[in-house]
């Protein structure tokens, strides 16, 4: 798509699993001259196909989706086209969360409370293949960054506390994340280190207290 002064319009592809708030979103966007939403997407499980249909230069992606979330589509984006660009636009700020996301490739992660030229400068930025965070979650990746490593816990560790979060048992856990029993009694042994705890209870309640892990929905 082509804007009336001559200039390429970024091409977009929104995903939000939510249609008033996508809808909201695609109008904001839309609204830009250099900016074209070309797809919208309304789960993590189309991510992959619409891209590559697409060809997006930027994917603007929710982080909590029912089915495949916004950081799993994100790490299977990333593995098949390592040189897309994700946005994460979100109202979840927990430690947790954006450490997944990051983890898993996301170029920026952005609130949805974002002023609209702070979103849309964003896209722009995104594109460019810069790092954008909201201030607030720049804060606090800093803060994780600086944390002792033996005191952080790694991604792998905070989905299968979150697993035993939702009241899974060891062998459900392994199913879900596709591991051994023995691999996920391991990890959780090391989250019982590293949040000074004897139990899973204890893990979940601490984890949470901490902002590791994210609330009940």
Known sequence: MTTAAGST?????????HPVVRAGIVALLSAEADLAVIAEVDD?????????EHRPDVVLMDLRMPGVDGVTATSRLKAAHPAS???VLTTYDTDADILRAVEAGATGYLLKDAPRAVLTDAVRRAARGETVLAPPVAAKLLTRMREPAAERLTARETEVLACVARGLSNPAVAAELFIGEATVKSHLLRVFTKL??????????VAMSRGLLPPPR
């Open 9 to 17: 319009a970024l091409r977009l592809v929104v995903v939000d699993d």
């Open 44 to 52: 993590g499980a189309g991510v992959l196909a619409a891209y590559e």
């Open 85 to 87: 660009r994700i946005l």
């Open 196 to 205: 000074g705890v004897d139990d899973r209870t204890a893990a979940v309640t």
